[in-house]
Nanobody, 116 residues
Framework: QVQLVESGGGLVQAGGSLRLSCATS????????MGWYRQAPGKERELVAD????????NYADSVKGRFTISRDNAKNTWYLQMISLKPEDTAVYYC?????????WGQGTLVTVSS
């Protein structure tokens, strides 16, 4: 069983930066893919960025390319989403997600609010 706990959300002005963290515990060695998703009010949840563990290939939504970076600290079993040049349209609840053998596990989400 894998558990995910996000942190790092908050209120920031447009143009600012935030770093989200996703602490993982449990059977982390079986994780295939790790990703960050977001859901804005009235919108569907969308993929922001993900990384395939084997090979390390990353994938970003067009709307965040060049501004967001997904990374991990193996020693801390923690994943990060570094966000710079934030825009009001980045306002959403951000969720970390892992895929294990086709099964998805979600964190509880952390709110990011970008003011104009």
């Amino acid at each position: 069983q894998v558990q995910l706990v996000e942190s790092g959300g908050g209120l920031v002005q447009a143009g600012g930066s935030l770093r989200l963290s996703c602490a993982t515990s449990g059977s982390i060695f079986s994780i295939n893919t790790m990703g960050w998703y977001r859901q804005a009010p009235g919108k569907e949840r969308e993929l922001v960025a993900d990384i395939i563990i084997r090979g390390g290939r990353t994938n970003y939504a067009d709307s965040v390319k060049g501004r967001f970076t997904i990374s991990r600290d193996n020693a801390k079993n923690t994943w990060y989403l570094q966000m710079i040049s934030l825009k009001p349209e980045d306002t959403a609840v951000y969720y970390c997600n892992v895929v294990i053998g086709g099964r998805q596990v979600w964190g509880q989400g952390t709110l990011v609010t970008v003011s104009s």
